[in-house]
Nanobody
Framework: QVQLVESGGGLVQAGDSLRLSCAAS????????MGWFRQAPGKDRDFVAT????????YYADSVKGRFTISRDNAKSTLYLQMNMLKPEDTAVYYC?????????????????WGQGTQVTVSS
């Protein structure tokens, strides 16, 4: 049974940093492209960042480029999202997801497994 468990969310002020983690089990983590998505109240689930399982190439949404960094530790089967210079508009539930796509996967429909999400709230 595949499980993705996010942690590290919380309430912070604008300009602060947070690091999200996603612990994976039940899958061969190193062979999955991993991604982060977020969903604000009343809005669609949006792509944030992805990291390919081949080569570790990363891609980001324009809204987070230069502020967020996605990384992975295959030995620990864990995905990370370092979020710096947080803004109130970053407030959302953040989800990690796993995909068998070999290339960058930026659409939610390309992902096979999802975590339950972790809330990030940024106050102004």
């Amino acid at each position: 049974q595949v499980q993705l468990v996010e942690s590290g969310g919380g309430l912070v002020q604008a300009g602060d940093s947070l690091r999200l983690s996603c612990a994976a089990s039940g899958l061969t983590f190193r062979r999955y492209t991993m991604g982060w998505f977020r969903q604000a109240p009343g809005k669609d689930r949006d792509f944030v960042a992805t990291i390919r399982w081949i080569g570790g190439t990363t891609y980001y949404a324009d809204s987070v480029k230069g502020r967020f960094t996605i990384s992975r530790d295959n030995a620990k089967s864990t995905l990370y999202l370092q979020m710096n210079m947080l803004k109130p508009e970053d407030t959302a539930v953040y989800y990690c997801a796993a995909s068998t796509y070999m290339n960058a996967a930026q659409a939610a429909t390309q992902y096979d497994y999802w975590g339950q999400g972790t809330q990030v709230t940024v106050s102004s």
